[in-house]
T-cell receptor, first 108, second 116 residues
Framework: GIQVEQSPPDLILQEGANSTLRCNFSDSVNNLQWFHQNPWGQLINLFYIPSGTKQNGRLSATTVATERYSLLYISSSQTTDSGVYFCAVDSNDYKLSFGAGTTVTVRA | GAVVSQHPSWVICKSGTSVKIECRSLDFQATTMFWYRQFPKQSLMLMATSNEGSKATYEQGVEKDKFLINHASLTLSTLTVTSAHPEDSSFYIC????????????FGPGTRLTVT
């Protein structure tokens, strides 16, 4: 199956800092999504972005499908941004394969 | 975005008993739903695909007789953990996509199962 690698595994930020999370995948994809898992376990949809660039407030994402990677940018981080960020992809069957996640800790 | 609910949010059961978890699409009809399992500090792993009106398909290594899936309607899929054991304790999450939209998937809030 398709392999998904996320980096870095852990990220500690001071409030107000910017950061970039990366997701590499091993094959062409039909779907790529970024999620934020909150402390209660709920997966919050951040972006559906199989290609191109999108922005939503302080978050933005870019997927370069031809080079098989996606980036999630967090600007002016806040303590509420803390949590685990997952990248997930599917190639052709709607079955999502998840990366191991990046644990983000934002300190006040 | 589309809304997916799960019930219960958490459940504690004794070893050897069975537990049923419900997954509902609240504002759309889902012919296909997915069940994932997440152990502490780990990522989500797909367990099975639930198909309305037909048998579920299971991922390699998932025991179909232990994890019974029923997709009886276009808005409801159930996962029954039969003869639960402590090693089945985990966080179970379902997902679905709205077929009238993109292939983006939406996830339920999850069910935390503890088997004592």
């Amino acid at each position: 199956g398709i392999q998904v690698e996320q980096s870095p595994p852990d990220l500690i930020l001071q409030e107000g800092a910017n950061s970039t999370l990366r997701c590499n995948f091993s094959d062409s994809v039909n779907n790529l999504q970024w999620f934020h898992q909150n402390p209660w376990g709920q997966l919050i949809n951040l972006f559906y972005i199989p290609s191109g660039t999108k922005q939503n407030g302080r978050l933005s994402a870019t997927t370069v499908a031809t080079e098989r990677y996606s980036l999630l940018y967090i600007s002016s981080s806040q303590t509420t941004d803390s949590g685990v960020y997952f990248c997930a992809v599917d190639s052709n069957d709607y079955k999502l394969s998840f990366g191991a996640g990046t644990t983000v800790t934002v300190r006040a | 975005g589309a809304v997916v609910s799960q019930h219960p949010s958490w459940v504690i059961c004794k070893s050897g008993t069975s537990v049923k978890i419900e997954c509902r699409s609240l504002d759309f009809q889902a012919t296909t739903m997915f069940w994932y399992r997440q152990f502490p500090k780990q990522s989500l792993m797909l367990m099975a695909t639930s198909n309305e009106g037909s048998k579920a398909t299971y991922e390699q290594g998932v025991e179909k007789d232990k994890f019974l899936i029923n997709h009886a309607s276009l808005t409801l899929s159930t996962l029954t953990v039969t003869s639960a054991h402590p090693e089945d304790s985990s966080f179970y999450i379902c997902s679905a996509r709205d077929p009238s939209g993109t292939i983006e998937q939406y996830f339920g809030p999850g069910t935390r199962l503890t088997v004592t």
